[in-house]
């Protein structure tokens, strides 16, 4: 079965310092994409960052990064010089088969 | 670009009426819509799977006939809760697959989302 896994309920990071968000993932498949979205109390569905398994280059944008394993099937996001506005639900998703595996989610506070 | 309008955002009904949530793609062709529920705090759980001019495919455990779901053109599908019980209330979110896959642009966009309280 293709699922992914968030471990980490919740996490909270001091504004302006670094956090990392848990994602592993379990697939057969040898392409697939990854994606992590960010749902804020308004809980509109926001893309952060995609990546696709077949390029090893890390995905980057602005401050968010991910660090991709392929063979550990992990899939974590990196969130840099947090601020007050990231504080959101954070959702790791798997596209298998063109449809959306999700996880359940990574609640992220920021301390100000 | 690639925006998804879900209407409307909330929505109060009685007991036992219907209701109908609108998604649309605004500046793009969807041939594949998804549907949604979100219980707090929760993930998103998927209902069903639409394709522009043919029926939708339902998960296991979503009932087709309380769940009505029409895709009758590549920018817009419909979600009716038909009779709907307060057991019914939920967030209802929609999303549009974009693109095809390998591309640049393949993604998918989501709709702003919908409150549903049946009183």
């Known amino acids: 079965a293709q699922t992914v896994t968030q471990s980490q309920p919740e996490m909270s990071v001091q504004e302006a310092e670094t956090v990392t968000l848990s994602c592993t993932y379990d697939t057969s498949e040898s392409d697939y994409y990854l994606f992590w979205y960010k749902q804020p109390p308004s809980r509109q569905m926001i893309l952060v960052i995609r990546q696709e398994a077949y390029k090893q280059q890390n995905a980057t944008e602005n401050r968010f990064s991910v660090n991709f394993q392929k063979a550990a099937k992990s899939f974590s996001l990196k969130i840099s010089d947090s601020q007050l506005g990231d504080a959101a639900m954070y959702f790791c998703a798997m596209d298998s088969n063109y449809q959306l595996i999700w996880g359940a989610g990574t609640k992220l506070i920021i301390k100000p | 670009g690639a925006v998804v309008s879900q209407h409307p955002s909330w929505v109060i009904c009685k007991s036992g009426t219907s209701v109908k949530i609108e998604c649309r793609s605004l500046?793009?062709?969807?041939?594949?819509m998804f549907w949604y529920r979100q219980f707090p705090k929760q993930s998103l759980m998927l209902m069903a799977t639409?394709?522009?001019?043919?029926?939708?495919?339902?998960e296991q455990g979503v009932e087709k006939d309380k769940f009505l779901i029409n895709h009758a053109s590549l920018t817009l599908s419909t979600l009716t809760v038909t009779s709907a019980h307060p057991e019914d209330s939920s967030f209802y979110i929609c999303?549009?697959?974009?693109?095809?896959?390998?591309?640049?642009?393949?993604?998918?966009?989501f709709g702003s989302g919908t409150r549903l309280t049946v009183v």
């Open positions: 639409s394709n522009e001019g043919s029926k939708a495919t339902y």
């Open positions: 999303s549009a697959r974009r693109g095809q896959g390998g591309g640049a642009n393949y993604g998918y966009t």
């Open positions: 500046d793009f062709q969807a041939t594949t």
